[in-house]
C-alpha cells in the first residue's frame, strides 16, 4: 500500500513525521473513469511515462500524468500520497484531482495552458517578457516552496522542466513532485539534474532544504539571461566544477538581485537565504 511506502522511507525512531501527517492512501480520490477522456495531445514525456491532455467531469482541462514505467510504481504513489496532502496547502503547488488505477497507475491535475519555464526559455524564445516577470515568477515559486519547506519536506529537483504556467504566463506553479523528501531523514542519496544540484547534494554531504535555494539561484540566473547555465558541458563535469565553486557567469542586472543570485548558491548551505528570506527581498526589489 503506498502508505506502508512512506513508512518504510521514514527511519525507525525518527523524530514525528510534520503536520499535516500524509493521508491514508483510501482518502485520496479516485478518479470517475466515465468522467475521463483523453485526448490526443501529449503534453510532455515525463520519468514515469506520458502527460495526457484529457477533460475531467466538469473540471474542463486536466493533465493525466500515466505510468509506463513498470517497477517506479511506489515512487508515483509516494508523489500522488505527497501531492493530494500538501499540494492544496500552496497557491503555487499545481492542483491535485485525485488517482486512477485503470488502464494505468496516474494522476489527474490542474492543466497548465502555458507548459513549462523549460519550453519558455528554451522553446519559445520569440515570446518576450521582462523583469518584472521575473520578480514575479521567483516570487511565486518561492512561496510554493516556502510552504513545502514549512511542512518538512524538500523538492530536491526544482528545474525549469518542473515549473509549469498558465494564465499568459503570469502564473507559475511547482508542477511535480517526484522527487520530494523530508527534511527530518538525514539524506544523502543524491537527487536531481546536474546543472541545478547543489554540491552537498553531489559530494554526497548531509544537505537539507538550502539545496533547493541553490537550485532556485540558478533557475533565477535562467530567466533574466535566457541561456543555459552550463551549455556544452556534461552532466559530471558540471558536478566537478561546480563543487570546485565554479558558476554560471555574472549577468547585467541590479546589484541587489545580483547579490542575491550569489547567495542563493553559495557553496555553504548555511550562508544561503531561506525560502522566506528569497520572498521577502523580492517583494522589497518588485516595489
Ligand atoms: P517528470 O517529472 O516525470 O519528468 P513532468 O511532471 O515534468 O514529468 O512532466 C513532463 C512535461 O509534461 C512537463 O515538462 C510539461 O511540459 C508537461 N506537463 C506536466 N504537467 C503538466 C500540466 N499540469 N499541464 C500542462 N503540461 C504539463
Known sequence: ??????????????????????????????????????????????????????????????????????????????????????????????????YTEFPKLGYAMEFMDCGSLDDLLNKNKWLEYRIDHVFS????????????????????????????????????????????????????????????????VFKGKQYSTACDVYSLGIILWQMITRRQPYPGITAYTILWNTAQGARPKQVDCHPLLWAMIEKMWAMEPGERPSMDNVVEYTCIMMK
Not at 477522456?37 to 491532455?53: A, D, I, M, N, W
Not at 493533465?63 to 510504481?73: F, H, P, T, Y
Open 1 to 98: 500500500a503506498p502508505s506502508a511506502a512512506i513508512m518504510q522511507e521514514r527511519e525507525a525512531g525518527d523524530s514525528p513525521p510534520p503536520a499535516p501527517r500524509p493521508a491514508p492512501a483510501e482518502m485520496v480520490p479516485l478518479l470517475d473513469y466515465n468522467k475521463l477522456q483523453y485526448t490526443r495531445q501529449v503534453l510532455g514525456k515525463g520519468t514515469f511515462g506520458k502527460v495526457l491532455k484529457a477533460t475531467y467531469g466538469d473540471h474542463g482541462f486536466v493533465a493525466v500524468k500515466l505510468m509506463d514505467n513498470a517497477g517506479k510504481e511506489n515512487s508515483m504513489k509516494r508523489e500522488i500520497i505527497r501531492l493530494h496532502t500538501y499540494g492544496s496547502g500552496s497557491e503555487h503547488i499545481v492542483r491535485f484531482y485525485g
Open 137 to 200: 515568477w521567483l516570487r511565486q515559486v518561492a512561496q510554493g516552496a516556502r510552504y513545502m519547506h514549512s511542512v518538512g519536506l524538500m523538492h530536491r529537483d526544482f528545474k525549469p522542466h518542473n515549473l509549469l504556467l498558465r494564465d499568459r504566463y503570469l502564473v507559475i506553479k511547482i508542477g511535480d513532485f517526484g522527487e520530494v523528501g523530508e527534511v527530518k531523514q538525514t539524506m544523502t542519496n543524491c537527487k536531481g539534474s546536474a546543472p541545478w544540484m547543489a554540491p552537498e
